[in-house]
């Protein structure tokens, strides 16, 4: 008979244990609005795969990885394998062929378990396979774009410089004819995946100045990928720089479909809108991890969850991440349709992951001295955080981006 | 190596039950519901490894409505190369394997595979059933299952230790925890899933024999009494006493 007995309502259940997922990872997905009745089987499906793929794989080692400040690399078979890189890219080059509501709860779900995890799926899809996709040859669409997909290669995206970040348009990074190859000079900084990825997208400007793509591989004479150590955020991520002391790099890895920063900045639209959706995904575990814990502390003889001042955290984060749900679904609507414009993009780049920062710190106190620990992911996905509203566009430049676009005034300069 | 794969739709582990229409009918509103998880990490990830090295092909069946389609399209994904649908709501158990027992008859399937029970009713009944009316051997609760030509090989874990025995195919059995691990379905098997036939069927029109009249929680939890170690004869006293353990 259906009874609560009968069920095992919790995961840690003989039944549960059976299977090699979630020894202690708990998460439950938050849908405060019935969010689920707008997404299709197939969504449904590909979230709940890599959700299950993040308890089974990522839970359980993430935390010691961050703070070995390593990068867990025998995950890049299992993302390769589940189709975690490029599953918005088509199926004949290796891809998954999925709409851009997919790889946004792809992205949520990977952001979900760590931000470091999501940025090496991040660059591979969006940085990396998808300029190859948009403006590579034929025969380096098939000679690359298959092993990306899989893992089997692993690719970086190369456009920040020392001296040039968020304005990338000062780019000093160039290469010159020398017949049938060219040879490329500079240095790109804060490059995710740098230091052991097998080819480098890299943006440099061409002999008549303007910004153009090539690809680098690892073993190129000149070309080197030394780490940066000593981070506080994406600890479980590698980070590098890329240094080209006279690399000659064959013509046929010159990206031929673009010239001028639209092409990187159209790459970046793709990560950005990936990393909309997957800053939900962290907020949500710091949100589902506090309201867990606030059910269950005890303080003044009750759980503190039924403070006022606690309920007014909990219940704003879900709010919050309710909006930015109804946000990422709305801009992958008009992402499907080819709709979205690169300030839509912005607007939601910026809010959510201010929204989660803010979610990740608020909640980080709910846990009071708990909250510190590693015991617990909040700490990780805050400091993770600080990186991801950086990256891709600072949360100010963003910012500048909606102003300009609806005041028609350019505030940058 | 043509194999069937009985799988139903659950509620998710973590559901809060509860029950209207008098206690008689399962609150649905707001319930996750997932495929069976014996009938999916064990006896559908079982049968795709054998077919993958033997060859043929796997059908999973499900007795239920439109909108059991997530969880077939998810055995899809998982492997299965097509599906039936019975287009019925699944009354009781003898309803349900009648509706096997016709779907089987009318492929010429060499196993018959099926999870050890669901997670909702715990039955363990269907197996047992079915292999009833198709006048095949049962075998329960296997924990491993090997197939050479047409005999196959079966572990079941028994009281103390296990049991290995075999038998000649067709034949039906449940299957348990050991007989695989679980697969996460990647993006490639769940775009192909789209494209594998979902065949969707009419009932054989009988009347389930039997129907619920009530279901009952058990009672809510007492508040747990805490002893203090030393105080042995006031344990000894509430076991005794109010628990009645001993
Ligand atoms: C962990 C990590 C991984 C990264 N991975 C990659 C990668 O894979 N590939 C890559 O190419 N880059 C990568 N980056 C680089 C990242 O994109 C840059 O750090 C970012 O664009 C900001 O550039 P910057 O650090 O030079 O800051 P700056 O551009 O120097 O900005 C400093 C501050 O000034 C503000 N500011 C700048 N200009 C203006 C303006 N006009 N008006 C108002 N305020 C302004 C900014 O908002 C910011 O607050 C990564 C960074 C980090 C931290």
Not at chain 1, 150 to 165: I, S
Not at chain 2, 63 to 76: F, T, Y
Request: net charge negative; with cysteine; proline share 5%.
């Amino acid at each position: 008979m259906l009874s609560k007995n009968s069920l095992p309502l919790h995961p840690q259940s003989t039944l549960q244990a059976g299977h090699k997922a979630a020894k202690s990872d708990l998460f439950q997905g938050v849908d405060y609005y019935q969010i689920d009745e707008l997404l299709s089987t197939e969504h449904k499906l590909v979230r709940d795969a890599t959700r299950d793929f993040v308890k089974r794989e990522v839970s359980p080692i993430i935390e010691d990885y961050a703070q070995r400040a390593a990068f867990p690399r025998q995950l890049i078979k299992g993302l390769g394998e589940i189709g975690a890189f490029g599953p918005q890219i088509p199926s004949e080059y290796g891809g998954g062929g999925l709409d851009q509501i997919a790889y946004g709860l792809i992205m949520q779900e990977l952001e979900r378990g760590d931000s470091g995890i999501r940025s090496t799926a991040s660059v591979q899809g969006s940085l990396v396979m998808y300029p190859i996709y948009a403006f590579g040859s034929e025969a380096q669409k098939h000679r690359f774009l298959p092993k990306l997909a899989t893992g089997e290669w692993m690719g970086c995206f190369g456009l920040t410089e020392p001296d040039h970040g968020s304005n990338p348009a000062g780019m000093t990074t160039h290469f010159t004819d020398a017949g049938d190859h060219v040879l490329l000079n500079g240095a790109k900084m804060w490059i995710s995946n740098a230091p052991f990825a097998d080819i480098a997208v890299v943006w440099a400007k061409n002999p008549e100045g303007k910004i153009q793509g090539v690809i680098v591989e690892r073993g190129m004479e000149g070309f080197q990928t030394p780490e940066t150590h000593g981070k506080w955020s994406l600890r479980a991520s590698a980070t590098g720089e890329l240094v080209f002391d006279n690399v000659r790099v064959p013509k046929e890895n010159i990206l031929p479909g673009v010239t001028g920063l639209r092409g990187p900045l159209s790459c970046l639209s793709s990560a950005r809108y990936g990393i909309a959706w997957g800053a939900i995904g962290a907020a949500m575990d710091c949100y589902d991890t506090a309201l867990r814990y606030a059910q269950e502390r005890q303080q003044f003889g009750r759980p503190i969850a039924g403070f006022q001042l606690q309920q007014k955290k909990l219940a704003e984060f879900v709010t919050e991440i309710t909006k930015a749900q109804l946000l990422a679904w709305r801009l992958g609507v008009l992402k499907n349709e080819d709709r979205a414009t690169p300030a839509q993009i912005s607007m939601a780049k910026r809010n959510n992951v201010d929204m989660a920062l803010h979610i990740a710190r608020e909640s980080r106190q709910i846990l009071g001295g708990m909250g510190i620990t590693g015991e617990y992911p909040i700490m990780r996905h805050m400091m993770n955080l600080e990186s991801v509203i950086t990256y891709e566009g600072t949360h100010d430049i963003h910012l500048l981006i909606t102003g300009m676009d609806i005041t028609g005034l350019n505030a940058f300069q | 190596m043509n194999i069937l794969v009985c799988i139903s739709k659950v509620p998710d582990t973590t559901t809060k039950i509860s029950f209207t229409d008098n206690n008689s009918k399962f609150n649905e509103a707001g319930v996750q519901f997932i495929l069976n998880p014996y009938d999916e990490w064990y006896a559908l990830v079982r049968a795709v490894e054998i077919r993958e090295s033997l060859g043929g092909e796997v059908t999973v069946l499900n007795v239920g409505r439109a909108d059991n389609e997530q969880i077939i399209r998810k055995a899809l994904a998982i492997g299965a190369d097509k599906a039936i649908r019975v287009d019925a709501d699944p009354a009781d158990a003898f309803y349900v394997a009648r509706q096997i027992a016709e779907q089987a008859r009318a492929g010429s399937y060499e196993m018959i595979l099926l999870g050890k029970e669901t997670i909702d009713y715990n039955g363990s009944i269907l197996g047992g059933m079915v292999a009833e009316l198709l006048d095949l051997p049962y075998i329960s609760l296997a924990s491993h299952l090997d197939v050479e030509g047409q005999t196959a090989t079966l572990t079941r874990d028994i009281e103390g230790g296990k049991e290995v025995l075999q038998v000649t195919m067709p034949f039906v059995a449940s299957a348990q925890k050991g007989m695989a691990e679980a697969r996460i379905p990647n993006m490639r098997g769940i775009m192909m899933s789209k494209s594998k036939p979902l065949n969707v069927v009419p009932p054989v029109d009988i009347a389930p024999p039997t129907r619920i009249e009530a279901y009952q929680l058990p009672p809510e939890k007492g508040q747990v009494k805490l002893i203090a170690p030393d105080n042995m004869e006031e344990l000894v006293r509430l076991l005794h006493e109010e628990a009645k353990a001993i």
